[in-house]
Each structure stands twice: as C-alpha cells, then as structure tokens.
C-alpha cells in the first residue's frame, strides 16, 4: 500500500474507534495509538518514518496557536500560582525523579538521563479535559488542566533542548548557558512583536480564504524563525497566538471567527489523530531493533518510570493541596479544591503530542 492509501484507511479504522472512545468516556488517545501497535504487528504493515523535526513544528504548532487562541486569560491570572506549580515545579520534580531512576537503573548519562524525563514529564490537557467535559467539575480545574498544558510544554522543552546542548557539546560550557539563558525570555519578546506585526496584516485577507490558511503560515512559521534564531520556539509561538488573540477580539468579524474555529477545531482534532496512529505503527521497527533481553529489560525499565510518573504527580496534587488548606485557613486568597478534584487532577496526567514528537526527536537526536 502506498502512503496515501495507508493514511485513508488509518483514518478509517480511527473514526471507527473515536465512536467507540465517545459511547465509552475514554480518552481516545491510548485507544488510537494502541490501533496503531495493532496494525503495525500486521504482516506486510507499512513502515511509515517520521522525520523527528517535521513532528515538532507540524504536530505541536498548531496545537499550541489553538489551545493558546482560546486560553481564558482573564480565569488564569487567578490561578497562577497552581498553574505554575503544575506547569514548572510539577514538571521539574517528575524529570528529576526519572533522571535518578534512568541514572541508577538503567545507567543513562545524566544528559541523555533529563532528555529522557522531559519527554515524560508533560501532561495533555486534551485527554482529560475530553472526559471531564461532561462532569460536574469546578470550572478552574478545567483552566488549571488548560494552562499547565499550555506552559509545561514551554519547561519541558527547555529541558529536552537544554539536554540535548549538553549532550552534543559533551559539557555546560559558557556558550551552551548563553543560549539556554536567552531562550526563554528571547522567545517571549519574540512571539509578542511576530504576533503583533501578523495582526497588522490579518485585516488585508480578513472573511477570506486566505484568511484562514495565513493562521497556519503563521503558526509554523513562528515555531521555525524561532528554531532558526535558537529561541524557545514553544513560548513564542504561545505569546505570538495569546498577541494575536488579544488583537482579534477587536479587529475580527463575527464571522471570521467562527469560521476559523470550525477549520482549525478539525484540523487540531486531525493532528492528534494521525499523531498517535502514527505513534503506534512506530512498535514495530523498534521492537525489531531490540533482542529479547533488552525488550524485557525496556519493559521493565518503562513500567517503572511510568508508576513514578503516575505517583509524583499524585504526591503533587495533594502536597499543594495540602499547602492551600493551611494557607486558605490562614487568609490565604487562593480557595482549595475538594479532595474529588485534587483527585482528578492529580489522575489527569495522560500524556500527549508533545511527548510523542519528543520521543521522535531524541532518536535522531541521540542514538
């Protein structure tokens, strides 16, 4: 079968399923990629590569300017200390806790050690918002879900660039900080004038077309100016959507927005789907790449990174529960959640795109 007519029939199977995943309240991500394993183990299956960076830019981009459009930032700045709990110090505690297990266990260098626990550490909100949608949740756990979303791929994939500098350097040299030091604040400065010089031009093809397909120019191309310029591309391409949202609630007719919402709800949906098939069909040439020994021994060696993960961001949930109560009782300003939903959100941990398009990246990165 060629390219063309795998992806039809994937997508085939994947429509299948997410009815399935709807009628059931599960998240469809797992369900997508374990279809992928599946039709991967088939004989004659396609072996379908993936180039590492065009999954960066092609897959998390548009995510990003999505999630970041319709951010509620007026709900967050009340929330900003949990978001940044679970979208920094979260992030930063579950890859120590996989660079001491990778380092100890498995004896990984201790860059390759950090790449490792940056591709695991950030949660989707996708997953779990999907299913929480139809509960009777507290609506700032949904904006804490969709915040640590947003910023916790900006700390993972500091992380994972960081790593992977010291890595191909062989040390923390002075230069290697220089960079790792600008590209965050760099990226921020960067997305807000690349933002702000877009919306100037969104009134020349506004209820166009080509209104629509400029939103995707730009999103990739902010992510790839500021790879080029070795910025964190994650935070400018956030700031440049976050600027351009904040522009286009003015500038933008009625119907342009509702226009672009439905193209790019469907598009972003789309993305994810062939994400995690694609995931899946991955199984089987990296399964026939490993003796039998070493499969069991990556098997045993991900069951229990994959427990911690689950643990720490648990442990997390209720520690800052915990802090909020004592502090709340004291005067604080922030109001706890209930134990339900400290709950929930210490399960809402599933993993998405980002870590996929990682994972994909680290194997031409290091091995």
């Excluded at 200390?81 to 992030?91: H, Q, S, T």
Aim: include cysteine; glycine fraction near 8%; charge should be positive.
């Amino acid at each position: 079968m060629s390219f063309f007519e795998t992806l039809v029939a994937l997508l085939a199977v994947a429509v299948f399923l997410l009815q399935i995943t709807r009628r059931v309240h599960l998240p469809y991500p797992g369900i997508l990629a374990a279809a992928g394993v599946a039709v991967a183990m088939v004989p004659g299956a396609p072996n379908i590569p993936i180039d590492p960076h065009t999954a960066l830019a092609l897959f998390i981009a548009p995510v990003l300017v999505d999630s970041a459009y319709d951010f509620p930032i007026g709900a967050a700045r009340r929330m900003l200390l949990p978001i940044f709990v679970y979208a920094v110090v979260a992030v930063l505690a579950t890859t120590g806790i996989v660079v001491a297990i990778g380092t100890m266990t498995a004896g990984l260098p201790l860059a390759v050690a950090v790449t490792l626990g940056a591709i695991v550490a950030p949660p989707d909100a996708a997953a779990a918002t999907a299913v929480l949608s139809g509960l009777p949740v507290d609506r700032r756990v949904d904006t804490l879900l969709k915040g640590e979303s947003l910023f916790n791929d900006a700390t993972a994939l500091l992380l994972f660039s960081a790593a992977l500098n010291v890595h191909a350097s062989g040390g923390l040299g002075s230069a290697t900080v220089i960079k790792i030091a600008i590209a965050a604040p760099g990226g921020i400065l960067f997305g807000i004038a690349f933002g702000y010089l877009l919306s100037r031009l969104r009134p020349l093809t506004e209820n166009t077309v080509g209104g629509t397909l400029l939103q995707f120019v730009y999103a990739f191309a902010t992510w790839i100016i500021a790879e080029r310029l070795h910025l964190s591309a994650v935070l400018a391409t956030v700031s440049s959507a976050m600027t351009i949202a904040t522009l286009a609630t003015v500038n933008d007719s009625p119907r342009m927005r509702v226009h672009s919402f439905a193209v790019w709800t469907t598009v972003v949906f789309l993305l994810n789907v062939v994400a995690f098939l694609l995931m899946g069909l991955q199984a089987k040439s990296i399964v026939q790449t490993m003796s039998p020994d070493e499969l069991t021994r990556a098997i045993s060696f991900a069951t229990i990174v994959v427990i911690s993960v689950i643990v720490c961001r648990i442990a997390i949930a209720f520690l800052f529960h915990a802090v909020v109560v004592y502090r709340h009782k004291r005067g604080g300003y922030l109001a706890p959640f209930q134990h339900g939903e400290t709950m929930l959100v210490g399960w809402a941990g599933m993993r998405g795109l980002v870590t996929l398009a990682t994972a994909f990246a680290l194997l031409l990165a290091v091995v």
